[in-house]
């Protein structure tokens, strides 16, 4: 992994490699970009560290800012169909379930897995957590025909996850 170091020894370079290059504006654009993408991306795991630690504590609604904050980040930069997208998005709809935000929970339960379907595999221990999430969340929030199907699906009694 490059460190911050690093990317100021790139920037430099190029500028000393192109000083009068035509190409120098877009090209040192595209590399700035590109290198503000990385380190806005690196933090998303301190940001979901810490906002574990607020939801291990009971403060929610810390951890939904911090949660919120990769999201955003990770929708921004790695587009909103991607998975560690929708994996910060089901960080997002698990504190919104335990702070009785229910619509706003099961949108977001609903986008993640819509966008991880393909992706889901229950082998997969953080997968399965998710699913058991999902349907503990379904099942405290009285839709118990669809929580009862996903908890079949980690059964194995069924194909499908609804």
């Not at 040192?28 to 590109?34: D, L, Y």
């Not at 335990?98 to 991880?116: C, F, V």
Request: hydrophobic share 35%; with cysteine; glycine share 4%.
């Amino acid at each position: 992994m490059m460190e911050y170091g690093d990317y100021e020894r790139a920037r430099n370079l190029l500028s000393l490699a192109l000083p009068n290059a035509r190409e120098k504006p877009p090209l040192q654009e595209m590399i700035n970009s590109s290198i503000e993408k990385v380190e806005c991306l690196q933090l998303t795991p301190d940001l979901k560290e810490v906002a574990w630690r607020f939801e291990r504590a009971g403060r929610y609604d810390e951890a939904l800012k911090l949660y919120r904050s990769a999201h955003e980040i990770a929708a921004k930069n790695l587009g909103p169909d991607s998975t560690r997208t929708a994996l910060h998005e089901l960080d997002m709809a698990r504190i919104n379930g335990r702070m009785n935000n229910q619509s706003i929970a099961l949108t977001q339960y609903k986008n993640a897995l819509d966008i991880l379907g393909p992706n889901l595999n229950l082998k997969d221990v953080r997968m399965r957590a998710v699913l058991e999430s999902y349907a503990d969340f379904l099942y405290r929030s009285g839709q118990l025909d669809e929580a009862e199907g996903v908890y079949a699906k980690l059964r194995g009694d069924e194909k499908q996850v609804p």
